[in-house]
């Protein structure tokens, strides 16, 4: 994983999501947001002539992810690839590409960011869009004893001949990586064809490519993407590459009487249980920085030494809502410190 320096910004007037994009010299931006994925997307670009191609391409590459591999559409390849119970499958380019950065993935983090997890998710009661989840919070449901995720090594990929095979009672889940990808191929397709800048965030995965606003892109984060303004915080500023947000307080439901999230840990397939609630990172890509927030919400206190050597530049928040600057990542507070351990 490359790192990506972060730098403090005064920000710019934030919109509903959490980027608030900062004004070239002319004060020339252009915005739209919208609903993909079960979260808010938000699309800037720095030629206001260009926003209505640059959200047609976006919507293409986004609905060839989703039919790729969404876990809540019947007929997307994931759910083929998960039925057919460890069938040698062919699969298309695309898909095979996005599980093979989920193995990369996998790798990079010794395991803790794993595709595998798909049906330890689904113990969880995450077996659905999460507002039809919500939407059945109260009704009993069986919770299958939780156990150790099976290991990304038993996902077999031929990357060249696109064929898949899953061992073991493998089902996949692609959630972990697959948005934030989308965000970085938007990004840098809508910047080469149209030659502008732009920002692409999907629920707070941001990625930006092309020239940058003179002042850079600026970017709130925050615990959730949709907070507004003045929700606690801090706007920094980057000028290339990737930022993502992992946090255990915004996709949360309810089952079997207990508050569950969607980042589980392979060594017990329950949703994981870390010292920190949010965990931010700067990357050379969005995938990258997505992998890196993912992981350290698993590793929890080992999160800190791992970054480190990484060199990526991260703002972690504990549970209690201490603050933890590394890696050349602005201080936000006086009092921020190692709460975590």
Known sequence: MTRRPATAGSGGSPPRASTAAGSGPSGALARDSFEVFGTTAVLVVTRPGVLGRARAIADAGLAAI????????????????????????????????????????AELTDGAVTPTCGRALVAAGYDRDLADVRAREGEPRPTPAPGPVPSWCDVWLDPVRHLVRLTDGVELDLGSTAKALSADRCAALIARTLRCGALVSLGGDVAVAGPPPGDGWHVRVTDDHAAPADAPGQTITIRSGGLATSSTTVRTWTSAGRTRHHIIDPATGEPADSCWRTVSVAAGTCFDANVASTASIIKGPAAIDWLTRSALPARLVSQAGVVTTISGWPADTALSQRACG
């Open 66 to 105: 989703d039919r790729a591999c969404s876990r809540f559409r019947p007929d997307s390849e994931l759910c083929a690839l998960n039925a057919a119970r460890g069938e040698l499958t062919r699969v298309s380019g695309l898909f095979a590409m996005l599980i093979g950065q989920a193995l990369r993935a």
